[in-house]
């Protein structure tokens, strides 16, 4: 009997280790990740899209439902021109319905990137007019830090027990073995256990190389690093109320954006031409700290006062101000030139490119990685815009070919926006 076990074991124990590491490999192809099309989409689609209203493009809710195909849906995002040029009614009817404005393509986005960013508009579509990232009644957030569907921690644990399962087998089918043997009066040595095997033991280092290297490899890039960062600032400012509610225009507070390197943090001047008059927080939205803490609106106006000096019963300065200390929360290196006016003048880019959904934040917080990979992701997949734009006139070889049809769009690296010398000193 226990021959015909061992025969049988060896028989199958390939095809046991086979199923386990198909079994492991078939964990690895997720579906598609509404938290990482979450990412993707505040830092390619968010200037120009909204998933239940119209803004520079249209509402994308169902956006799936009206495609035909999804293979087309997936060209359009790449390159809308060619679907354009193809003669799709939809395409076509979409591309005049905006004032013939070409969508610009994403070629660098794997069918993967798409489905993993429609996995998100479909998971937002449910929610009604809300964003993931801020509730509209103005209640405090919750589950902050948790993307859903990634379900990265579930499947490695499944991976471990199907590691360990394969383990307990190899070791049966040597006892099997030894028993087999014994059966037959073969002379056979003990089994080795697994923790003194040192094929084992070799086996566990090296995996632990392979992962302890990953993760300080993926900590040392980061470090320096302040995506997410949000300290206390000594006045509570919600940019949703003043620049998202009221609508008041970022370069209003935020002039150098336009006219210099530097947006500048706006001088208490700037916000006292309206708190002059503005001396209670009275809107219908309630304010909350990203702790959940409710905050007094009428209460941060009164901060702004003892800043100023400023009496708001003889509507008079009765006494010195002193500056509000902000704490700066996007940092660059110093050998890293950056220029926002280039940026909002030259290249077109919208606040939300850099900063993200910036009008639905109570507390600011750095929303991209800032790194140099994410900026050179961007300068290869952004197109510039020649229409009407002086900065680019120079460059009379790329708008001959464009006339001509030789090519549909420039890209900021194609005018030299990847060299060197463009971003460091």
Same mark, same amino acid.
């Given at each position: 009997?226990?021959?015909?076990?061992?025969?049988?074991?060896?028989?199958?124990?390939?095809s046991?280790?086979?199923?386990?590491v198909?079994?492991i490999?078939s964990?690895?192809?997720?579906?598609?990740?509404?938290?990482?099309?979450?990412?993707?989409?505040?830092q390619?689609?968010?200037?120009?899209?909204?998933?239940?209203?119209?803004?520079?493009?249209?509402?994308?809710?169902?956006?799936?439902e009206?495609?035909?195909?999804?293979?087309?849906?997936?060209?359009?995002?790449?390159?809308?021109?060619?679907?354009?040029?193809?003669?799709?009614?939809? #395409?076509v009817?979409?591309?005049?319905?905006?004032?013939?404005?070409?969508?610009?393509?994403?070629?660098?986005?794997?069918?993967?990137?798409?489905?993993?960013?429609?996995?998100?508009?479909?998971?937002e579509s449910t929610?009604?007019?809300t964003?993931?990232?801020?509730p509209?009644?103005?209640?405090?957030?919750?589950?902050?830090?948790e993307?859903?569907?990634?379900?990265?921690?579930?499947f490695?644990?499944?991976?471990?027990?199907?590691?360990?399962?394969a383990?307990?087998?190899?070791q049966i089918?040597?006892?099997?073995?030894?028993?087999?043997?014994?059966k037959?009066?073969v002379?056979?040595?003990?089994?080795?256990?697994?923790?003194?095997?040192?094929?084992?033991?070799?086996l566990?280092?090296?995996?632990?190389?392979?992962?302890?290297?990953? &993760?300080?490899?993926?900590?040392?890039?980061?470090?320096?690093?302040?995506?997410?960062?949000?300290?206390?600032?000594?006045i509570f400012?919600?940019?949703?109320?003043? #620049?998202g509610i009221?609508?008041?225009?970022?370069?209003?507070?935020?002039?150098g954006?336009e006219?210099?390197?530097?947006?500048?943090?706006?001088?208490?001047?700037i916000?006292?031409?309206?708190?002059?008059?503005?001396?209670?927080?009275?809107?219908? &939205?309630?304010?909350y700290? #990203?702790e959940?803490?409710?905050?007094?609106?009428t209460?941060?106006?009164?901060?702004l006062?003892?800043?100023?000096?400023?009496?708001?019963?003889?509507?008079?300065?009765t006494?010195?101000?002193?500056?509000i200390?902000?704490t700066k929360?996007?940092?660059l290196?110093?050998?890293?030139?950056?220029?926002?006016?280039?940026?909002?003048?030259a290249g077109?880019?919208?606040?939300?490119t850099?900063?993200?959904?910036?009008?639905?934040?109570?507390?600011?917080?750095q929303?991209?990685?800032?790194?140099?990979?994410?900026?050179?992701?961007?300068?290869?997949?952004?197109?510039v815009?020649?229409?009407?734009?002086k &900065?680019?006139?120079?460059?009379?070889e790329f708008?001959?070919?464009?006339k001509?049809?030789?090519i549909?769009?420039?890209?900021?690296?194609?005018?030299?926006?990847?060299?060197c010398?463009?971003c460091?000193?």
């Amino acid at each position: 009997m226990y021959r015909r076990v061992s025969i049988l074991m060896r028989k199958h124990f390939v095809s046991v280790l086979v199923l386990c590491v198909a079994m492991i490999a078939s964990m690895s192809v997720q579906a598609a990740d509404p938290g990482k099309g979450k990412a993707l989409f505040q830092q390619n689609c968010a200037s120009c899209h909204n998933v239940h209203k119209q803004v520079t493009g249209p509402a994308l809710k169902g956006v799936e439902e009206r495609w035909s195909d999804k293979k087309l849906l997936h060209q359009w995002i790449h390159n809308s021109g060619s679907v354009i040029a193809s003669g799709d009614p939809y #395409a076509v009817d979409l591309f005049n319905r905006f004032n013939k404005q070409a969508m610009p393509g994403f070629p660098s986005f794997s069918d993967g990137d798409i489905d993993d960013i429609l996995a998100y508009i479909a998971d937002e579509s449910t929610k009604g007019g809300t964003t993931a990232s801020t509730p509209t009644t103005g209640g405090p957030t919750t589950g902050g830090g948790e993307e859903s569907g990634n379900n990265s921690l579930l499947f490695g644990i499944i991976t471990l027990i199907l590691a360990v399962v394969a383990l307990i087998l190899m070791q049966i089918n040597s006892n099997l073995n030894k028993l087999a043997a014994d059966k037959d009066g073969v002379a056979t040595p003990e089994p080795i256990p697994f923790y003194k095997n040192k094929a084992y033991i070799a086996l566990v280092i090296l995996l632990l190389f392979i992962v302890g290297g990953y &993760y300080t490899i993926n900590g040392a890039i980061g470090l320096g690093r302040q995506k997410d960062y949000m300290p206390e600032q000594p006045i509570f400012y919600s940019h949703k109320v003043h #620049a998202g509610i009221n609508q008041i225009n970022c370069l209003y507070c935020h002039a150098g954006a336009e006219k210099s390197k530097h947006a500048m943090i706006p001088s208490e001047n700037i916000c006292m031409n309206c708190h002059k008059t503005i001396s209670e927080y009275s809107g219908k &939205y309630e304010l909350y700290t #990203a702790e959940g803490k409710k905050v007094n609106g009428t209460a941060e106006i009164q901060k702004l006062y003892d800043h100023v000096g400023w009496d708001k019963t003889s509507q008079k300065y009765t006494k010195p101000g002193k500056p509000i200390e902000w704490t700066k929360i996007h940092n660059l290196p110093d050998h890293v030139y950056f220029n926002h006016s280039q940026h909002v003048v030259a290249g077109k880019q919208q606040c939300q490119t850099c900063h993200g959904a910036i009008t639905e934040m109570d507390e600011v917080h750095q929303f991209a990685e800032l790194s140099m990979g994410w900026c050179v992701n961007c300068h290869r997949t952004t197109k510039v815009q020649f229409a009407d734009n002086k &900065y680019y006139s120079i460059f009379e070889e790329f708008h001959k070919q464009v006339k001509e049809g030789k090519i549909d769009s420039v890209t900021v690296e194609m005018v030299g926006g990847t060299e060197c010398q463009k971003c460091h000193y």
